[in-house]
């Protein structure tokens, strides 16, 4: 199956510059910020430390957060040479590059300036906020696929595809909605169900860690590597795998001290 999508989903007339193109993947981007904050006012209660005013007025901040910490993470992970040769090139946001781990680092850095400065607890705004990210990395994935960006491996599944922009022209897996689905929906309900059982502060927190570090390395097997970098590691493993081992393990400890205070406030 031959998948050819313009990455443009349409133009706008702009005085004096012309046909303006909106791509798919920023609408993505529009999409993934408007569910989270939508979902995240619809299942916050109106008064309390997490409230719905209080999602309104951090989604700015995340957002900000998301957009400068992805874009320094890929510079830093994925182009430090080319930063090295023009260190200008991190502001040339037009040329594209976001890394979601470099993302992750910027939301919480905003987490922490937020909470600090409304005097919150760092982890309920996060663990509340950890239950709906997921909405926002599967629509991104989905802006990926139709972009025809991050292409997958070659196989010969009945399922592969050949992308219109892929050069080689080989059939291949559909990496990216293998990750909206991992990264999108099953984290989203597996996170939405577990937090209806209230768990410890913390435990929502560690729990997407955890489940993005691990769906994370397992659709990497599907996804060609980045050209200018290919294999890390005895040429086995991806840079997105490396960047999300200490994910499971930083999700690992803070499950582990979620439940250590819980038991010790209980006894």
Same mark, same amino acid.
Request: glycine share 12%.
């Given at each position: 199956?031959?998948?050819?999508?313009?990455?443009v989903a349409?133009?706008?007339?702009?005085?004096?510059?012309?046909?303006?193109?909106v791509?798919?993947?920023?609408i993505?981007w529009?999409?993934?910020?408007?569910?989270?904050?939508?979902?995240a006012?619809?299942y916050?209660?109106n008064?309390?430390?997490?409230?719905?005013?209080?999602?309104?007025d951090f989604?700015f901040?995340?957002?900000?957060?998301?957009?400068?910490?992805?874009?320094?993470?890929?510079?830093?992970f994925y182009?430090?040479?080319?930063?090295?040769?023009?260190?200008?090139?991190?502001?040339?946001?037009? /040329?594209?590059?976001?890394?979601?781990?470099?993302?992750l680092?910027?939301?919480l850095?905003?987490?922490?300036a937020?909470?600090?400065?409304? /005097?919150?607890?760092?982890?309920?705004?996060?663990?509340?906020?950890?239950?709906?990210?997921?909405?926002?990395?599967g629509?991104?994935?989905?802006?990926?696929?139709?972009g025809?960006?991050?292409?997958g491996?070659?196989?010969?599944?009945?399922?592969?595809i050949?992308?219109?922009n892929d050069?080689l022209?080989?059939?291949?897996?559909?990496?990216?909605?293998?990750?909206?689905?991992?990264?999108?929906?099953?984290?989203?309900?597996?996170?939405?169900?577990?937090?209806k059982?209230?768990?410890?502060?913390?435990?929502l927190?560690?729990?997407?860690?955890?489940?993005?570090?691990?769906?994370?390395?397992?659709? /990497?097997?599907?996804?060609?590597?980045?050209?200018?970098?290919?294999?890390?590691?005895?040429?086995?493993?991806?840079?997105?795998?490396l960047?999300?081992?200490?994910?499971i393990?930083?999700?690992?400890?803070?499950?582990?001290?979620?439940?250590?205070?819980?038991n010790?406030?209980?006894?």
């Amino acid at each position: 199956m031959i998948i050819d999508i313009n990455p443009v989903a349409f133009y706008i007339p702009i005085p004096l510059i012309g046909w303006w193109p909106v791509y798919w993947y920023g609408i993505s981007w529009l999409i993934a910020i408007l569910a989270i904050n939508y979902a995240a006012k619809v299942y916050a209660p109106n008064s309390g430390v997490i409230n719905k005013k209080i999602i309104d007025d951090f989604i700015f901040y995340g957002v900000l957060g998301a957009i400068i910490g992805g874009r320094f993470g890929y510079m830093f992970f994925y182009g430090i040479d080319n930063l090295m040769r023009d260190p200008v090139s991190i502001f040339k946001v037009w /040329e594209g590059g976001l890394s979601f781990h470099g993302g992750l680092i910027g939301v919480l850095i905003s987490f922490f300036a937020f909470s600090k400065g409304r /005097e919150i607890s760092f982890f309920s705004l996060a663990d509340h906020m950890a239950i709906f990210l997921p909405l926002g990395l599967g629509s991104v994935r989905i802006g990926n696929f139709l972009g025809g960006e991050l292409l997958g491996r070659p196989t010969g599944v009945p399922w592969g595809i050949i992308y219109s922009n892929d050069p080689l022209g080989l059939v291949r897996h559909p990496s990216q909605l293998y990750q909206a689905f991992f990264e999108g929906l099953v984290m989203f309900l597996i996170l939405f169900f577990v937090a209806k059982n209230k768990p410890p502060k913390m435990f929502l927190s560690g729990l997407f860690l955890i489940l993005y570090g691990l769906f994370r390395s397992f659709t /990497e097997n599907f996804r060609t590597p980045d050209a200018h970098i290919g294999f890390d590691l005895f040429q086995t493993l991806t840079r997105g795998q490396l960047l999300s081992f200490p994910m499971i393990i930083f999700g690992i400890v803070i499950i582990y001290l979620s439940l250590k205070n819980k038991n010790a406030t209980v006894s």
